[in-house]
């Protein structure tokens, strides 16, 4: 553990936004997902698989880092209503520690057991949901978005009853890596109690450890914020992905995406496909992920306005929009791979792009596979006016290098597929799709990262 850096930078804040607890004593511990890849670039790499069960399942402390895990306090807009009831219910901030850039990250968990902000449920994880997080993590990753990493995955021995899959259905803790656990919802909830102070401390503490500035003026992370979120928005249209659940106690306040319920890749451009069952009114349907992440940017300007005049802070949300449109064309030029140009120039094949492939209902990643590199490959009849667009830009050096574009078909991540993965665990306990497919997923990655 040479290259382990702890951290405790989380203590700076003080006990006003977070609780002390205790996490669950399950009753097995059984090692199902190791991100190696991923504890080695934290100095954790070395450790044996009975250390990592000991820290990951039973959460005894790392050397230097927490004493003991905290519950971190928040509020949120839950489809658009404000709840302040909620917070960790049942998940923790285990441990934080610096990778080998010096950048801040956490380890957060998920099924750890109850805490003061469970209410009434249970503290658990189902294994099909931490499975499922797995999956969508690598995938995210492969595609270039950013987003946490699922770190462990320990099955623990319970027997838990949902009401919307099948049960009782198996449990588990998962360990999530991520840059930051602090929520827009975070400063929702110092706005509305008042707690101007540690509103001021709360910025102050996300601009040092997140953006290296030391100002703790709110307009400036709030710039920083609306970057970070035009990103975030931008690369999940590109990744043909659907979040689920935008509420603002799910965007991190580095946008790195992360809490994965409910998501789905979209087989195809449909701006109203959605991935949550209870999203009736398609409020965080495909197209309208923008919308909802902005809306929920506006929300922490208005937490911010209890500690900031309102010019500053709107000069900044007003710049979000053209944020996306920039973030917008390097993602989807990114996944074509093409080299970007002006603006003005890109942007007419980035709108020609959506109203085709809407149009058409084309398979969103069998069209991203065939047309990499600036490639117009037969069976594309009504892609004329695309194709022309296409053909002004030259391609990345190295788009189609990697053996991985000589394959028959591309890597995918669609709900068939994720319940194929799934049923072979819960009915053979039957590990193997799922680590097939991680390799595969890497593999799509290093292909989407191997230009020149």
């Known amino acids: 553990m040479s290259s382990y850096r702890p951290e405790t930078a989380i203590l700076e804040l003080g006990p006003d936004f977070y609780d002390p607890v205790r996490p669950a004593d399950f009753p097995q511990a059984i090692l199902r997902f190791r991100n190696q890849r991923q504890a080695e670039g934290v100095g954790l790499g070395g450790l044996t698989n009975a250390d990592w ?22 509020h949120g807009h839950q489809f658009r209503v404000y709840n302040p009831d909620i917070g960790d219910g049942r998940g923790f ?40 997080e797995i999956l969508a993590t690598e995938m995210l990753e492969a595609l270039g978005v950013e987003t946490s990493k699922s770190f462990s995955l320990v099955e623990t021995g319970e027997a838990l009853e949902r009401n919307d899959e099948p049960s009782p259905t198996r449990s588990a803790v998962l360990v999530r890596l991520q840059h930051s656990h602090i929520r827009i919802g975070t400063f929702q909830r110092l706005a509305t109690l008042g707690e101007e102070d540690n509103l001021r401390k709360l910025t102050a503490y996300c601009l040092r450890h997140y953006y290296g500035d030391e100002s703790g003026d709110p307009a400036t992370l709030l710039g920083h914020v609306t970057a970070q979120t035009a990103h975030l928005a931008a690369s999940y249209i590109a990744a043909g992905f659907v979040h689920g ?54 929300q922490l300007a208005i937490a911010l306005r209890r500690i900031e005049a309102a010019e500053p802070l709107t000069a900044q949300l007003e710049n979000f929009p053209h944020l996306f449109q920039l973030a917008l064309r390097d993602a989807i030029f990114a996944r074509l791979g ?16 959506e109203e085709t492939l809407s149009a058409t209902r084309a398979p969103l990643d069998k069209f991203y596979f065939e047309w990499r ?21 030259q391609p990345v050096p190295g788009a189609r290098d990697h053996a991985y574009w000589s394959d028959p078909a591309p890597c995918s991540m669609h709900i068939d597929e994720v319940e194929s993965i799934w049923a072979a665990i819960d009915e053979r306990d039957d590990w193997a799709p799922l680590n097939d497919k991680i390799v595969a997923v890497r593999r799509m990655g290093e292909a989407h990262r191997r230009t020149a």
Do not use: C
């Open 245 to 298: 659940v935008l509420n603002s106690d799910n965007i991190a306040i580095t946008a790195q995406s992360f809490d994965y319920g409910p998501w789905r890749f979209t087989p195809v451009w449909d701006g109203a496909f959605t991935a949550a069952y209870f999203d009736h009114a398609g409020l965080y349907a495909f197209a309208r992920q923008p919308e909802a992440i902005h809306w929920d940017l506006v």
């Open 93 to 132: 901030l285990f441990a934080q520690l610096r990778d080998g850039d010096g950048r801040l990250l956490d380890l957060g968990t998920k099924g750890s057991g109850q805490t003061p902000w469970s209410r009434f449920g249970d503290g658990r994880l189902t294994l099909k949901g931490g499975v499922r």
């Open 53 to 74: 069960i000991r820290h990951f399942a039973r959460f005894a402390p790392l050397p230097d880092a927490l004493p003991e895990p905290l519950a971190l306090r928040y």
């Open 373 to 393: 590199g600036g490639r117009r490959p037969e069976g594309y009849a009504s892609f004329d006016e695309l194709a022309a667009l296409v053909a002004r830009h």
């Open 338 to 353: 093409l080299q970007t140009g002006e603006l003005a120039i890109d942007m007419p094949l980035v709108s020609a792009l």
